[in-house]
């Protein structure tokens, strides 16, 4: 059931273009060579905080931030703080929260759905086991309360509390949901903010809470998060129909495998012809999924406008992100913001 207190919103994208990619072919680089000295902070930190006595939690942490992940929440609540002002370098243990809290989750849900590879590379619990992964898991997110403690601020917790809390609702919906062929646009969206973009979001409020901002830049960057990471998700959607394994670290098709009807399938359910529309039932509600249905299901899709349709959803939620941060003043700080907003629509990865 969809929670219709939920801060989340299905855009109107009708009146968009078709999607074109947004900004200059190099923006990656250029984001990168931006922030390359907060990322290096970062890693620093995710590397000293993983030191245990527990040699297998180390391993399995390290093991798990250290496979090729963006860095984008804690590199958020970074660039967040600075933009409400902060200029010191007691952000970045903060920082490194959301990270953690990122990674017990992708633990934990590449056990739940039986992953055998994340990142080009084997699951963790492939490599250790279900309970070892799970424990490390636990491990990381009370290692994130734990820090989040340190700084004694109420505000801060009560943010990241509110977050796990919601992610961890998003992660029973979508169980609920799995092999879910009736679920709604509204309903799908609503699993993926909690799931996705409700980290995002409390990692940028975090950030202007830290960076002293206001409630008028607390609200804004809240809803910045959180139309990025809607963006984010959306754009993985279509890469899962679209992508190339070797870009995305996983098999393409792995959504559909695991009974995961997203945004792409769910459009075309609703507008394809009657007979594709069967022809998606039957595929999907197969045992498995061969690579030549898999590819049929790609060309329906396409065809019903389905991934378009997510593709032009994902710059509308990206278009709302930069609105929201109007507020704020011309800086180079909002520039890098604005371009992430831009990039997570013309990603390959």
């Not at 590379?121 to 309970?131: E, H, S, V, Y």
């Not at 509600?285 to 061969?290: F, G, K, N, Q, R």
Request: hydrophobic share 40%.
């Amino acid at each position: 059931m969809v929670n219709n207190n939920s801060d989340f919103k299905i855009v109107d994208a009708s009146a968009l273009p078709s999607f074109i990619p947004v900004g200059p072919a190099n923006l990656k680089e250029k984001i990168y060579a931006q922030v390359a000295p907060d990322l290096s902070r970062i890693e620093e930190e995710i590397n000293r905080l993983l030191d245990s006595d527990i040699p297998l939690i180390s391993v399995v942490g390290r093991y798990i931030t250290g496979s090729g992940g963006k860095r984008l929440r804690p590199l958020l609540m970074v660039l967040a703080a600075k933009l409400c002002g902060y200029k010191g370098e007691e952000d970045v243990r903060l920082a490194v929260v959301f990270e953690f809290v990122h990674a017990a989750t992708l633990l934990h849900d590449d056990v739940v759905d039986h992953a055998e590879f994340r990142r080009s590379r084997p699951a963790a619990n492939t490599l250790w086991g279900n309970p070892a992964v799970v424990l490390v898991g636990d491990f990381l997110y009370s290692r994130s309360i734990q820090l989040a403690v340190g700084y004694e601020d109420v505000r801060i917790l009560q943010v990241l509390l509110d977050a796990t809390t919601r992610m961890s609702e998003g992660e029973v919906l979508q169980l609920i949901n799995s092999d879910n062929l009736e679920i709604s646009e509204s309903e799908y969206l609503e699993v993926i903010t909690r799931k996705t973009a409700v980290l995002i979001s409390a990692a940028c409020v975090t950030g202007a809470i830290f960076g002293g901002g206001g409630k008028g830049e607390e609200n804004a960057l809240k809803t910045y998060g959180q139309s990025l990471g809607i963006a984010f998700q959306l754009i993985d959607d279509t890469l899962d129909f679209t992508g190339e394994a070797e870009e995305l670290g996983k098999p393409v098709g792995n959504d559909l495998q695991e009974g995961k009807a997203t945004l792409p399938l769910i459009y075309a359910l609703r507008n394809a012809k009657a007979a594709e529309r069967l022809r998606l039932r039957q595929i999907f509600t197969a045992e498995s999924i061969p690579s030549e249905k898999l590819r049929e299901i790609t060309e329906i899709v396409a065809r019903s406008g389905g991934i378009e349709y997510t593709i032009n959803q994902a710059y509308a939620h990206s278009m709302r992100a930069k609105e929201a941060l109007g507020i704020f003043p011309e800086s180079p700080v909002k520039e890098i913001l604005l371009d992430m907003a831009d990039y997570v629509t013309c990603r390959r990865a």
